[in-house]
Each structure stands twice: as C-alpha cells, then as structure tokens.
C-alpha cells in the first residue's frame, strides 16, 4: 500500500469546552464542490482516514476524532 499524498492539517479544536482532534485537506483547484464533512464513526480515529485526500482530490474535506477516541 503507499502513503497518502495529499496529507491534511490536524488540529485540536476547542468546540464548547470539548477538544476535538480535527483533519482538514484543502483542494489546490478552484472547484465550487461542496466541502465534504466526513464522520469517520466509533473507533476510528483520524490516521485512518488519511487516504481520503487522494480519493476526493478536487474536494475540501473536514473529519474529526469522534470524543472518546484517538
């Protein structure tokens, strides 16, 4: 399998006194798509994840460690 290409930015966000560990890939284009708000589910934290930059290349896209994982 190989790396992801297009990495995110992760980031820890203060969301009303909750911490979220946050993902965001920023497209290179000027594609008018949608921002894609993934919710990656329980148990899965961020690091998998990572290839969704390279299957939504001309797409914004956000993801978060749910509460409680990663």
């Given at each position: ?56 290349p ?13």
């Open positions: 399998m190989t790396s992801p290409k297009r990495m995110p930015i992760i980031e820890t966000q203060d969301v009303d006194g909750i911490e979220l560990r946050t993902a965001r890939w920023t497209s290179a284009s000027n594609s008018r798509q949608a921002t894609l708000l993934f919710f990656n589910g329980i148990g899965a934290n961020l690091e998998l994840t990572l290839g969704l930059g390279d299957m939504f001309d797409r914004d896209i956000i993801t978060f460690d749910v509460p409680g994982v990663g």
